[in-house]
T-cell receptor
Framework: KAGVTQTPRYLIKTRGQQVTLSCSPISGHRSVSWYQQTPGQGLQFLFEYFSETQRNKGNFPGRFSGRQFSNSRSEMNVSTLELGDSALYLC????????????FGPGTRLTVT | QKEVEQDPGPLSVPEGAIVSLNCTYSNSAFQYFMWYRQYSRKGPELLMYTYSSGNKEDGRFTAQVDKSSKYISLFIRDSQPSDSATYLCAMRTTGGFKTIFGAGTRLFVKA
């Protein structure tokens, strides 16, 4: 079974631009969660989607948004990029209940200049 | 105070040593506990998953949960240089879908 895939793997953007990252979950998984990982803050939860609905949201500004499609694929968008948005963005998928194990993709490394 | 505390290390041990990694937490509502291993420039890989107090063993890895002390541990027996990575503890409550991670402990196993 294929794992979680994320595209693109690397991205360089300029301050003020916007960016869209994509995540394809493991086949059969309906939940997708997004995380930001930085050396200073570690892994921080952004939001979680299940059946195209956002079920939970972390403490990030509204510039960070996401959505999920009917095939469970998910995208996250960051608008008006800031230097501090440079990070590894990870998505993880699971079957969807709170007891289910969560599996991560390789991440998208975003650099904002 | 963070909900999950984990010593970032680094922790350096000789090959073959027993490694002990630990996390403490403050939220008694956490019921599901995980350990992930993350190699440099890769995504975290799920190692162990438990949802009760006690021990769970898988090969060279043993996860231990003590809910009364709000303390979880991961033991690695016969450590190998390939175990060199960052180990992240993570936990979740029964009521939400947000997983809280520790800062991660950087482990070096020297040949």
């Amino acid at each position: 079974k294929a794992g979680v895939t994320q595209t693109p793997r690397y991205l360089i953007k300029t301050r003020g631009q916007q960016v869209t990252l994509s995540c394809s979950p493991i086949s059969g998984h309906r939940s997708v969660s997004w995380y930001q990982q930085t050396p200073g803050q570690g892994l921080q939860f952004l939001f979680e989607y299940f059946s195209e609905t956002q079920r939970n949201k972390g403490n990030f500004p509204g510039r960070f948004s996401g959505r999920q499609f009917s095939n469970s694929r998910s995208e996250m968008n960051v608008s008006t990029l800031e230097l501090g948005d440079s990070a590894l963005y990870l998505c993880a998928s699971s079957l969807g209940t709170v007891r289910d194990e969560q599996y991560f993709g390789p991440g998208t490394r975003l650099t904002v200049t | 105070q963070k909900e999950v505390e984990q010593d970032p290390g680094p922790l350096s041990v000789p090959e073959g040593a027993i490694v002990s990694l630990n996390c403490t937490y403050s939220n008694s509502a956490f019921q599901y506990f995980m350990w992930y291993r993350q190699y440099s420039r890769k995504g975290p890989e799920l190692l162990m998953y438990t949802y009760s107090s006690g021990n769970k063993e898988d090969g060279r890895f043993t996860a231990q949960v003590d809910k009364s002390s709000k303390y979880i541990s991961l033991f690695i027996r016969d450590s190998q240089p390939s175990d060199s990575a960052t180990y992240l503890c993570a936990m979740r409550t029964t009521g939400g879908f947000k997983t809280i991670f520790g800062a991660g402990t950087r482990l070096f196993v020297k040949a």
